[in-house]
């Protein structure tokens, strides 16, 4: 189960409108959406009227053009289909730390954001899917079944099940090696599946704001380090962080993708916002 | 010891650790604190740092600084610092220590001791042994004797059980005890006299050669109070509507002021009078004016600001209302109303004096102050003779004229009469009823002002005489005395012309005589006569702070007319004495006070040039400040470790927050808690009681009845009943229990007033007592005196009017329907309140019977009865669980069933 109550972040997405994710190209599923394909197919938006082929049935024929002419015609809509987006928020130790008891953990941030986003999608009527996970998510009831779904993600965003041409939003504060990121983002850019990567940091991991004689200590594994006196390798900290950002932004750019950073002890409605701009058309 | 300015030290070679302080400063700073741990999601970026700074983290200044002040504090104290040690008394050898502990002591007693202890406090540390010679006469009788050397915590021991005495000091015997003490102890040794600056002998001066020995025998330290005058309370004069209070002190430079309190036995101040002492004086006076209600309330005088035993004033029987013996010729007719002898005197002096009533002989075997003879002749012989000594002793004889005393006039008169009496404006008289003259001055009616309505018809009259002017005290319009009165020995006769009753004139109707009387009897000398040779004894003592306390052993019995000039002294401490048994009627006591034996009080004598002196109090009192520093280097460790907790990173502040809430609800918790078990666990459940009545058996049989009953109510009603208890009427909370079973026992003492408030208390809320004298019906005999026992227990408590139990009483109808209700006798009466009083819905707060219930319902370990039922059968049994049922019912749901009486009625009514 999620830590995030599923109210809490619909009542978040309340706040903006309904998203519906632009798309050039939509990924190839048969649900309908409202991305018009410009071919004839489902759909409520009128495509075109045409000659009654034998075949057809009678009750397609549309009585009020046909009475115009002698002939019958049939009327097409337009084949409207739901973009797919898919969705991923990191786990693990790390994600499960804080420095203060103000602020949420990083997972609990994620996980808010990403409910709170894929409300924002169901309301658009667009499709909802996680990493690892089959079945895509769409409608009403959507964003309770996505949280109940949360723990089973992939612990890696990575998924040969994603159709080509979806989108992706990351959520996590990928810290890991360039390398690994990297290779997750080329694997999917490779699909033609666009997205986004979504940093989320703890305000301490941020400006380092620890005194004196520190003995730092990983959450993954014994890895550790002791500084003599924190306060003299602050600015170098800050320098590495701003470098390893600037590594992440690099590779996102370079398949396509987006870049951007939030801290938990910033208001979650700035992030969505940001994601809102970044994910809607125009 | 080591000292520098006010500061010493008792173990100096402890500071020689101090220079080992910078070292603690480099092994401090050598080693670096350990590492705060911390753990971190971007420990990536932190890995491999280059080496930015090169000087490794040392711990901070101010943690170091810390931990030196520490160690400094520790050392210190350790070391023993003394702030402002006192002087040891200077000279070699012991220490003696001389304490007045007089009266005049009291006031500033703890400053006192103090001076005392903080000269013997000195000589402990510097070694010397201690001795101690109080001055005033001990308790016991024995002679003043100084003890032996001790060490000084012993002295400071036996100094501090010293407590001020309520009689002056005897220096000429402290004087004798001081050339004992030399004698056995013969070597030099420094003393320490901490004097009450007062000469307490009678003439002469006791003070200087006592002052004098000590400064022979070595270094004398004189330690005296300044400033505050010693005062001394008097007993007040009574007067006729006041007391006149004066109070006696030593000259005092600057003006002062001291405050009389009043209060009653309770303890309560009444009444409050300032004496403002201007500069220099001896004495100041004033005067309690207080209503004589109040005024007889009044039993001691209080002197502040405190003056100890010489500034309270136990006030007797002499200083309250006066007792006023009234004798007619005829008794029997004495009281009729409106024409009785003594009608109209009883009334009019009721409010303001104690009247007494009897023979002749009977009245004067008391004390008296004042005796009224209503037309009464007094016949030669034995009562003649105890009168007239009675009234040269001091007593006021006043008596009324009637016929009697006309026809025969006998010699205990003021002025002699003609006989026969004198009638104005009768049927045959051309003269008309005298009005009364202005009284002349130097009378004690001077002010009154006499009615024009009174007038006098009739009176007996004096033979005229050169004295009879001088002796008259009130006359009427024609010149004719009215009132006359002549001294006789200490005392007074005082005659009225007319009669107690209204028979020869109108003056016993008017206010008049009210106040005529009432100023007579003020002018009484107080009580008179009737004192013996028998001892009271000593029954409450004031103790040197005046305060009352329990009589010691040493204290002896005091002939009661030898009260009055007996002085305070270890044998006769003042304080009440009487006779034990008479204890509860205050009119029996008498008062010896300290004050009324005292001399003004004078100031000693200058002390000898050679003594160094002191004052009492002002000085700071050394201090020792070791444990406090100590104490401050333990709170600054705990800080450190606090610190180096935080630094650690094992407290995070808010980890320190929580700690903090923690440890408060800790000390919460360990706060004692406040036993209410028992109460509190009564209130859980219903249950019924029964009194203990300190009877093993009998208690055994209650507890086992009530508990059968209970056993029986839960299998065969609705009501749930917990185990019975035994309550303690007064000291257990009745108000859980819905009903009191009460053997009563033949020995049964009477309830206290705190029981008997707990049970009226619990009667009044709605609480039900059964009373069991167990001696009803075919009980008859079983328990002789528990009637009388019944009527001595309930006297006390609010137990309505009774009737036997009528036939349609909700009793026999709470539960089953009963004709009778047996216990373990069967029949006799079952009574209950007769009226029924709406306030408590008809419920009869008490049930008293005899037919011992308890045994009936009583059920032992085995499940059987133990006692049989008389005269028996298995019926009478089953009766008697259903009384008890029914008992239980009628006290849970009062009348409810008797409302269930009507239902036939009612639904009767409804069918029609």
Redesign the interface.
Same mark, same amino acid.
Not at chain 1, 212 to 219: I, N, Q
Not at chain 1, 223 to 229: K, W
């Given at each position: 189960m999620t830590t995030v109550p599923v109210p809490w972040a619909e009542a978040l997405g309340a706040t903006l409108p309904p998203l519906v994710v632009e798309a050039e190209r939509v990924a190839a599923t048969v649900m309908q959406g409202v991305h018009g394909r410009r071919r004839p197919g489902q759909g409520d938006a009128f495509w075109q009227f045409r000659p009654y082929l034998p075949g057809d049935a009678a009750a397609r024929v549309d009585w009020r053009q046909s009475a115009r002419s002698d002939r019958l015609f049939v009327r097409e809509t337009e084949w409207e289909a739901a973009q797919t987006v898919a969705l991923w928020r990191q786990d693990g !130790? $790390?994600?499960e730390?804080r420095s203060d @008891?103000m602020f949420p953990t990083?997972r609990t941030r994620a996980e808010l954001l990403l409910l709170a986003l894929a409300a924002l999608l169901c309301r658009g009527g667009e499709r909802v899917r996680l990493f690892g996970l089959p079945r895509a998510f769409a409608g009403r009831g959507a964003v309770a079944a996505l949280a109940e779904a949360l723990p089973r993600q992939a612990p890696q965003a990575e998924d040969g099940r994603i159709p080509r041409h979806a989108r992706a939003v990351l959520f996590g +504060?990928f810290?890991a !090696?360039l390398e690994e990121t990297r290779r997750v983002v080329a694997e999917l850019a490779g699909r033609a599946v666009r997205g986004h990567l979504m940093q989320v940091l +703890?305000p301490?991991?941020e400006t380092l704001p *620890?005194t $004196? @004689? #520190?003995? *730092?200590? $990983?959450?993954d594994g014994p +890895?550790?380090?002791? #500084? !003599?006196?924190v306060e003299? #390798?602050r600015a170098?900290?800050g320098e @590495?962080?701003a470098r390893?950002r600037a590594g992440l932004a690099a590779l996102a750019a370079a398949a396509g993708w987006s870049f951007a950073t939030h801290r938990t002890d910033h208001p979650p409605e700035a992030a969505l916002l940001a994601l809102h701009r970044r994910l809607a058309p125009g | 010891m080591w000292q520098i300015g006010p500061l010493a030290f008792a173990a100096p070679w402890l500071l020689l650790a101090l220079p080992a302080l910078p070292l603690l400063w480099w092994l401090l700073r050598v080693s670096p604190p350990a590492p705060r741990r911390q753990a971190f999601p971007a420990i990536r970026l932190l890995r491999d740092l280059p080496p930015t700074e090169e000087t490794p983290h040392r711990t901070p200044w101010w943690l170091l600084l810390l931990r030196l002040a520490a160690a400094a504090l520790v050392i210190l104290g350790l070391a023993r610092p003394v702030w402002q040690p006192a002087a040891g008394g200077g000279g070699g050898g012991p220490l003696l220590v001389v304490v007045d502990d007089g009266w005049a002591a009291a006031p500033d007693w703890p400053a006192r001791i103090a001076a005392a202890a903080a000269a013997i406090e000195a000589a402990g540390r510097e070694g010397r042994r201690v001795a101690l010679l109080s001055t005033a006469p001990p308790e016991t009788g024995e002679p003043l004797a100084a003890t032996g050397l001790m060490p000084a915590e012993e002295a400071r021991a036996r100094l501090a059980a010293l407590r001020p005495r309520p009689w002056p000091p005897d220096r000429a015997a402290a004087l004798a005890a001081l050339a004992a003490f030399r004698a056995a102890h013969p070597g030099e040794f420094a003393s320490l006299y901490v004097a009450d600056g007062l000469e307490h002998a009678a003439a002469g001066d006791a003070f200087t050669p006592l002052a004098a020995a000590l400064a022979a025998a070595g270094p004398l330290t004189l330690a005296r109070a300044g400033g505050r005058p010693v005062r001394v309370l008097p007993p007040p004069r009574a007067e006729a509507d006041r007391l006149a209070l004066r109070v006696l002190q030593t000259p005092s430079p600057a003006p002062t002021e001291a405050r009389v309190l009043a209060r009653t036995a309770d303890g309560r101040a009444v009444a409050a009078a300032t004496l403002a002492f201007p500069e220099g004086a001896r004495e100041a006076t004033a005067v309690l004016d207080l209503p004589i209600e109040i005024r007889n309330q009044v039993v001691r005088l209080d002197l502040e600001p405190e003056a100890g035993a010489a500034g309270v004033v136990l006030l007797d029987e002499r200083f309250r209302r006066r007792p006023v013996g009234l004798a007619a010729a005829v008794e029997t007719s004495a009281d009729a109303p409106l024409t009785g002898d003594l009608f109209y005197l009883q009334r009019a002096l009721e409010p303001y004096a104690e009247i007494r009533r009897g023979g002749l002989e009977a009245l004067l075997a008391r004390r008296l102050a004042v005796l009224i003879l209503a037309d009464r002749e007094v016949p030669e012989g034995r009562e003649r003779e105890a009168l007239t000594r009675w009234v040269e002793e001091g007593g006021m004889l006043i008596r009324f004229a009637g016929p009697r005393l006309a026809e025969r006039p006998d010699p205990l008169l003021p002025v002699a009469l003609r006989a026969g009496e004198r009638a104005l404006g009768g049927a045959l008289s051309w003269e008309r009823p005298q009005t009364l003259a202005p009284f002349p001055e130097g009378s004690p009616f001077a002010g009154l002002s006499p009615p024009a309505e009174v007038t006098v018809e009739r009176q007996v009259l004096a033979e005229p005489s050169p004295r009879l002017a001088e002796r008259s005290w009130a006359r009427l319009a024609d010149g004719t005395p009215l009132v006359t009165q002549a001294p006789r020995g200490r005392g007074r006769i005082v005659l009225f012309h007319v009669t107690a009753n209204a028979e020869w004139s109108d003056l016993p109707l008017s206010g008049l005589f009210v106040d005529m009387l009432r100023r007579l009897v003020a002018l009484s000398a107080g009580v008179q006569g009737g004192e013996s040779e028998a001892p009271l004894g000593p029954l409450e003592l004031l103790d040197g702070f005046g305060r009352l306390g329990p009589a010691t052993p040493a204290a002896a019995p005091l002939p009661a007319n030898r009260v009055e000039e007996t002085a305070a002294s270890p044998r006769h401490p003042p304080g009440w004495y009487g006779t034990p048994g008479q204890a509860e009627e205050a009119a029996w006591r008498r008062a010896l006070n300290l004050s009324a034996h005292l001399p003004p009080p004078r100031p000693a004598a200058p002390p000898p040039p050679a003594a160094r002196l002191v004052e009492i109090g002002g000085v700071p009192a050394e201090r020792d400040l070791g444990p406090w520093l100590l104490a401050l280097a333990l709170v600054l460790l705990a800080a450190d470790l606090l610190v180096s907790l935080v630094q650690r990173g094992l407290l995070a502040p808010q980890g320190a927050r929580r700690a903090g809430r923690a440890a408060l609800i800790l000390l919460a918790l360990a706060m004692p808690a406040r036993a209410e078990e028992p109460e509190g666990a009564a209130a859980l459940a219903t249950r019924l009681a029964y009194v203990v009545t300190g009877d093993f058996q009998v208690d055994e049989t209650s507890r086992l009845g009530l508990l059968g009953l209970s056993d029986f109510v839960n299998r065969r009603t609705a009501a749930a009943l917990a185990e019975p208890h035994g309550v303690v009427p007064g000291r257990d909370d009745l108000a859980f229990y819905p009903l009191l079973y009460w053997p009563v026992l033949d020995t049964a003492p009477p309830p206290d007033a705190a029981a008997a408030a707990a049970l009226n208390a619990f009667m009044r809320h709605g609480g039900i007592i059964l009373l069991d004298t167990r001696d009803e019906g075919s009980g008859e005999g079983m328990n002789p005196g528990a009637r009388a026992a019944l009527r001595r227990l309930t006297r006390d408590l609010a137990i309505p009017p009774l009737a036997p139990v009528p036939e349609d009483h909700v009793l026999k109808r709470a539960f089953y329907l009963l004709q009778d209700l047996p216990g373990r006798y069967a029949g006799g009466q079952v009574w209950v309140a007769r009226d029924q009083d709406r306030a408590n819905d008809s419920v009869s707060p008490v049930i008293i019977g005899g037919h011992d219930w308890a045994a009936a319902w009583a059920i032992d370990a085995r499940g059987q009865n133990p006692y049989a039922t008389i005269p028996g059968g298995a019926r009478q049994r089953v009766l008697a669980y259903r009384f008890g049922v029914n008992l239980v019912m009628y006290a849970l749901t009062g009348n409810y069933k008797g409302d269930q009486v009507h239902v036939p009625a009612i639904l009767e009514r409804l069918g029609n």
């Open positions: !130790p $790390g994600m730390w @008891r990083k +504060d810290l !090696p +703890d301490a991991e *620890f $004196g @004689r #520190v003995r *730092f200590e $990983g959450l +890895d550790h380090a002791l #500084v !003599p006196r003299g #390798v170098l900290y @590495r962080l390893h | -």
